[in-house]
């Protein structure tokens, strides 16, 4: 199984109690279990999304977006997260997270990315694509339908999180 990159939109309330929870509980289980509806997948994408929107030239502040959009930013107190035999994201980095104003904030600059100036950066061939975004995008079969797929619903999940004032959770699993 790969380690694929995880978002979670989550209130502020759903955080606490899962805090509590694992505070309360005697191995710490935090009780994480977040709605599906409320989780995306991005695989792989975030570091070829990053590289894409380097060679696209896009604009700095959109190009940063992509950074905690995946990475997190805020000082939040997750390592209840992150706590064994529980912990989530347990072949990455610790989890790390958005509050909704940095949601809000990053959402915005995403939804201002040109998803076809950043595609028309990327060679269509996968090979040549693989050698200017790096080897993760070897095997992706067409990497401009990968890249477009993911940003779009990278783009469709911040909308949602900042509509409904929500924090994003990220980590690797």
């Keep these: 199984m790969a380690v694929t990159q995880q978002l979670a939109r989550v ?21 994480w279990d977040p709605p599906s509806s409320d989780c995306l997948d991005l ?9 894409a929107g380097e060679v696209a030239g ?18 939040l107190d997750l390592g209840f997260l992150s706590a064994p035999p529980h912990g989530i994201g347990p072949f990455g980095p610790a989890p790390t997270a958005l509050t909704a104003d940095g949601v809000a904030r990053v959402g915005a600059l995403l939804a ?8 028309a950066a990327v060679p269509q061939d996968p090979r040549k694509a693989a050698t200017l975004l790096g080897r993760a995008a070897e095997g992706l079969g067409d990497p401009r339908a990968y890249l477009r ?5 990278l783009r469709r ?5 900042s509509r409904r004032g929500l924090l994003v959770v990220q980590w690797w699993d």
């Design 112 to 119: 201002e990315i040109d998803p076809e100036r950043l595609l």
């Design 58 to 75: 896009l604009d700095p502040a959109q190009q940063e977006a992509l950074v905690p959009a995946t990475d997190g930013d805020a000082e």
């Design 11 to 31: 209130t502020e309330e759903y955080l606490a109690a899962c805090r509590r929870s694992a505070s309360a509980s005697p191995d710490g289980d935090p009780q």
């Design 157 to 161: 999940f911040y909308a949602q999180a």
């Design 149 to 153: 797929t993911h940003l779009t619903l």
């Design 43 to 51: 695989d792989w994408a975030p570091a070829l999304l990053e590289r």
